[in-house]
């Protein structure tokens, strides 16, 4: 905000006819300066008042609308207003293009004009004044000031604001006022934002036509009318294992769950989608045949002459199998353009699967049976050459128990060796006495020498034989029956290993158990028309903004 530059003060007086010599001098009326503050200066002193003349007066009268104003001005001055309102009211003015006299004739015009000069929205209108405009008026004032002659009988205030014929806008129906201008600017630049919206809207609308609305509803016109009805035969199987009583651990934890057959069943799940099953499929039932049907519409349809890796991604399409790890189960579909010969392929797909796992655990079984089996044949040979040799040995020595012959012997020298002993007892009894009786002494030696002959022909039999030695004959024959225990013993081991491979390879066996049996439905499964076209909605208008993201983000790298 511009502070207006200050003006030399003058005295107002209203011009008038000289009075005359007789007639009393009346004062003048205060005056104020270009701030509206009353003249400091001392006014002269007031005559004192005389008869009347009764002469007539001649002079110059004021008007009512003269009298008026100065009546108006009066009262205004009454108000008490600061210099501060009367610098506002001179500037109101000014912008209105008012000629004003003072600060309070600023303030009586505008008021006769409707214009509250102290109104906010009229200060706000005040905040940009041309700088331009105030510094040629002060200067047009200082110049004015100074080459008014002093003395000019007729003072009269400075004009504040330099009047000049402004030529007319060349703009048709321009406002004057700033305020009207402005809003004139701010309705046409809202005009062209509205217009430029309603132009993207209209653009957005026509992309939105062209790449998302026209393809979807292709596609529902084709999943509705165009598309060949299609049959799945849902089946549910599971690969379960022969439970053993003895597991044990970790075993006997998972056993009976999913987890014991996992690998199983994803071993079927890749065989049943592997290119030989479909091979097989297409062998014994013709599948390429059946989607080769020219009933059926040209997008799911065979060309005639196709390849097997174009009917194989059919196949993948068509025969959708999944595995719950949790239960173990196995969940296959087959889709057909015939309920029954979806059915007739998917009994085929449980049959070769069935198959598979028949085969996933034979070599495992063959290869333990056949090692057991090996192992106790081998045993049985062994258990039969060691009694041949025992019985050799027994013929040989010709005992069929070393043992008992030469404890018979033992038995026989300790009997001796008994009665060895009482011989000497008897005959040290005789020679105690004085005059021993020769017969009984001599029948008593006799015995002894008997006894001790007999005792040493029974240890030379222990000794030798007419085979051998029975230590040695004994020593052989426990050999061989050694050899023969060892070998029953390996025969008896062999024969339980026999049996734990037979439990085991019994355990290996693996079959599939069919939960749900396939069935051909009555009604066609596929397509699923609505789902099917608000899917490619979804995924056309993710498309769109994905790609429309993606360039607005490069258009405004490239502005960057």
């Known amino acids: 905000m511009t502070t207006k530059p200050k003006a030399q003060k003058f005295r107002v007086r ?22 509206g503050k009353p003249d400091a200066r001392p006014s002269p002193e007031p005559t004192p008042k005389t008869q009347p003349d009764p002469t007539p007066k001649t002079g110059a009268v004021d ?3 003269t009298v008026a104003a100065e009546t108006d001005i009066d009262a205004i001055r009454q108000e008490g207003l600061t210099g501060r309102q009367l610098r506002m009211a001179r500037r109101v003015a000014q912008k209105n293009g008012l000629a ?3 600060d309070f004739d600023a303030v009586r015009q505008l008021r006769q004009k409707g214009i509250d000069p102290f109104q906010r929205a009229n200060v706000l209108e005040l905040v940009t004044p041309n700088n331009a405009q105030t510094r040629a008026a002060a200067t047009e004032l200082q110049t004015t000031t100074a080459k008014e002659p002093a003395e000019q009988p007729r003072v009269q ?15 048709l129906g321009a406002p004057d006022n700033p305020a009207e201008r402005r809003a004139s600017e701010i309705s046409r630049i809202q005009r062209d934002i509205a217009k430029r919206r309603r132009r ?50 970790l075993g006997g934890l998972f056993q009976g769950t999913g987890l014991a057959t996992q690998t199983d069943s994803t071993t079927v799940q890749s065989y049943m989608t592997s290119r030989e099953a479909f091979l097989r499929l297409d062998e014994d039932h013709g599948f390429i045949e059946h989607f080769s049907d020219p009933s059926i519409d040209p997008i799911q349809r065979l060309e005639e002459g196709a390849s097997n890796e174009a009917a194989y991604a059919v196949f993948q399409d068509h025969v959708q199998i999944g595995y719950d790890p949790t239960e173990g189960i196995l969940k296959m579909e087959v889709i057909a353009a015939d309920p029954q010969k979806s059915q007739e392929f998917s009994e085929a797909l449980i049959g070769y699967a069935e198959e598979q796992v028949d085969q996933l655990t034979q070599r495992v079984r063959s290869d333990q049976m056949e090692g057991a089996m090996l192992e106790a044949e081998q045993a049985e040979e062994r258990r039969q050459e060691a009694l041949a040799a025992l019985v050799a040995v027994q013929e040989e020595i010709q005992q069929p128990d070393a043992t008992g012959a030469t404890a018979s012997l033992q038995q026989r020298i300790t009997t001796l060796q008994i009665e060895l002993d009482q011989e000497r007892l008897s005959l040290a009894s005789l020679l105690n006495n004085r005059r021993p009786n020769e017969a ?29 030695s029975i230590v040695s004959n004994n020593a052989r024959l426990r050999q061989a029956e050694e050899n023969y225990l060892i070998a029953v013993q390996k025969v008896q081991a062999a024969s339980a290993s026999l049996d734990t491979a037979r439990i085991e390879a019994n355990r290996q066996v693996r079959y599939m158990s ?15 028309a609505f789902e099917n076209t608000l899917l490619a909605f979804l ?13 607005s983000i490069l258009r405004e790298q490239v502005s960057s």
Not at 539 to 551: E, F, K, P, R, W
């Open 14 to 35: 209203r011009a008038s006819a000289q009075p005359k010599a007789d007639a009393p001098a009346t004062p003048p009326p205060q005056t104020s300066d270009a701030q």
């Open 200 to 249: 993207n809207l209209l653009a957005l609308m026509g992309r939105l036509a062209m790449f998302v609305i026209l393809p979807t509803l292709a596609a529902g016109y084709y999943f509705y009318v165009v598309a060949t009805p299609m049959y799945g035969t849902k089946s549910e199987f599971v690969i379960q294992q022969a439970e053993s009583t003895g597991a044990s651990g």
């Open 514 to 528: 069919i939960s749900v049996a396939p069935i051909a439905p009555d009604e066609a499964t596929y397509p699923k």
């Open 539 to 551: 995924i056309l208008s993710g498309i769109y903004l994905m790609i429309s993201l993606t360039a």
């Open 63 to 65: 008007s009512a609308r």
């Open 100 to 102: 004003v006299t003072s």
């Open 157 to 171: 205030l400075p004009q504040t604001v330099k009047r000049s014929n402004a030529l007319p806008s060349t703009q």
């Open 440 to 468: 009984q002494v001599n029948a008593t030696q006799s015995q002894i020498t008997l006894l001790e002959n007999q005792i040493n022909d029974l240890r030379g039999q222990l000794s030798s034989g007419d085979g051998g």
